[in-house]
């Protein structure tokens, strides 16, 4: 019997193939999930960490332990495990304060304000140093520091802008700017008696006798220190006791105390005060009191000084302006008057500020390293700096080179001994870049490691080593493109600083 063949497919062929098509659909899904299922056991491998077996790969010459190893568990914190593991990032100082700019190791932000550090016992005092070279970028730190800490209540007081260069920054901020030296003629009596706290370091009462003592001692603390610049020589005690007796005579002569009176009582005793124990006649209390004399003369009648602190002060300072600053560049940057100059406005403007209800303060002391060859006015800045905590101001001194101490004294020698201490004296210590011939001066003065003072070799303009407390940042300065144009002294981040 013939099969007649065509070609459809019959009905049993149709169900088979059907049949066929959902197997390999089913095989198809399982060896799908068998793909994920393997996946997902390699990720999490990976994530486990499950690399090799407790006992190791077996194999020839694979290091297979004969007996399993059991690894014991520690637990301990970052702070300890960071001296095994480098490359635990540091925690920061926290985020209270103003924004600096981004930490380079850690790739946070970092912020800084001294007052709080102190507050939670960070740092000892909220005095800060900064070095660096020429350019670096250390005066655009300090002008962004000032402008950004003026949001948070900190004033900024700077008594000596040598270059004028915070006169747009102050202004900027709604601050006053006293200008010496220009032709406006405007005058400081660094003899004014400031403003008078209502209790004092102790948190007594300032009784009349206790404000006397308090200004006579701020008054014999400046014309000392001048003195013994001018004369180039610590003063002995007959200078001392000369310009004592011609400062009381000042004063009990009545109306404002100026520096030509004193000259005045130094070189011809009026004997307003009497006579000091240890002189029998004005003769002899002025043949004690010549040398120094002559030399406040300078200050007076001749030389860079003469016609700006020889009358009553014709500015007045306001301590509750959010920024101040006394701009100095009419003053040759090459006298040799420069630094009695500052140390002046200095004294001034500290005066005004004395007392602890005015708020939490900055007083930047720009060109510092100008005061460093002369000893008495090194001593007096140590001094103020002594006040800080008791009158709530962060000092800060801004210098080029640390080598610059080597033109104080000899190492071992009193006068190195203080403008070390000075150092010593600001627990934040801010390390812009330093030429090579001055990197040995900085690991010594500052303590500083040999890795630091790799890192500082390298630095780039804006970037920084900051040695906060026992604790050190590279820190890379970050400013608005409006503070940029505010802090720029010429070209370039803190050209000039």
Wanted: a positive charge.
């Amino acid at each position: 019997m013939a099969t007649l063949v065509t070609g459809e497919r019959t009905r049993a062929q149709v169900r088979e193939a059907s049949r066929a098509e959902r197997h390999r659909a089913a095989e198809m899904r399982r060896e799908q999930r068998e793909r994920d299922r393997q996946l997902k056991a390699a990720q999490k491998a990976i994530w486990a960490g499950d690399y090799l077996p407790p006992e190791g790969e077996a194999g020839p010459r694979m290091g297979r332990s004969l007996v399993p190893a059991h690894a014991r568990a520690e637990r301990a914190t970052t702070r300890v495990l960071r001296t095994q593991y480098p490359f635990v990032a540091e925690e920061g100082l926290g985020s209270a304060g103003a924004y600096i700019g981004w930490d380079k190791l850690s790739r946070t932000a970092f912020c800084f304000d001294p007052f709080e550090l102190y507050a939670r016992r960070i740092i000892s005092n909220p005095n800060i140093t900064v070095s660096g070279a020429i350019g670096s970028g250390k005066s655009s730190l300090m002008k962004c520091l000032a402008l950004r800490s003026a949001a948070f209540g900190r004033k900024t007081f700077v008594p000596g802008d040598v270059k004028g260069e915070w006169t747009p920054v102050v202004k900027a901020a709604g601050g006053a700017v006293i200008s010496i030296g220009g032709a406006d003629g405007a005058k400081l009596n660094p003899l004014d008696e400031g403003r008078r706290p209502e209790r004092d370091l102790d948190g007594k009462v300032v009784t009349d006798e206790l404000w006397a003592r308090t200004v006579q001692r701020q008054r014999h603390s400046l014309l000392g220190a001048l003195t013994s610049a001018l004369l180039g020589r610590p003063l002995d005690q007959d200078d001392h006791t000369a310009l004592d007796t011609a400062i009381d005579a000042t004063v009990k002569r009545g109306g404002v105390p100026l520096v030509p009176t004193v000259v005045e009582e130094l070189l011809a005793p009026s004997l307003t005060a009497g006579l000091p124990l240890g002189a029998a006649t004005s003769e002899q209390l002025a043949a004690m009191g010549r040398a120094a004399g002559l030399a406040l003369q300078r200050i007076t009648r001749t030389g860079d000084l003469a016609g700006m602190f020889d009358g009553p002060s014709t500015v007045r300072f306001d301590p509750a302006a959010p920024m101040m600053s006394v701009d100095l560049r009419n003053i040759p940057q090459g006298s040799e008057a420069l630094p009695l100059l500052m140390t002046c406005t200095g004294s001034w403007m500290e005066s005004a500020l004395r007392g602890a209800d005015l708020g939490q303060r900055y007083m930047i002391y720009e060109e510092a390293h100008r005061l460093m060859p002369l000893p008495g006015l090194l001593d007096r800045m140590r001094d103020q700096f002594k006040l800080t905590r008791a009158w709530g101001t962060a000092n800060v001194i801004v210098i080029h080179r640390l080598s610059d101490l080597d033109a104080v004294g000899a190492a071992g020698s009193r006068e190195r001994a203080v403008a070390e201490g000075l150092l010593a004296d600001t627990s934040t210590r801010v390390v812009y870049r330093q030429e090579s011939d001055q990197l040995e001066a900085a690991r010594r003065t500052l303590g500083m490691s040999e890795a630091a003072v790799r890192a500082v070799s390298h630095l780039i303009v804006g970037s920084g080593l900051w040695m906060v407390g026992k604790r050190t940042f590279l820190v890379g300065h970050q400013r608005t493109r409006w503070e940029a144009q505010v802090t720029d002294t010429d070209a370039g981040m803190g050209a000039g600083a």
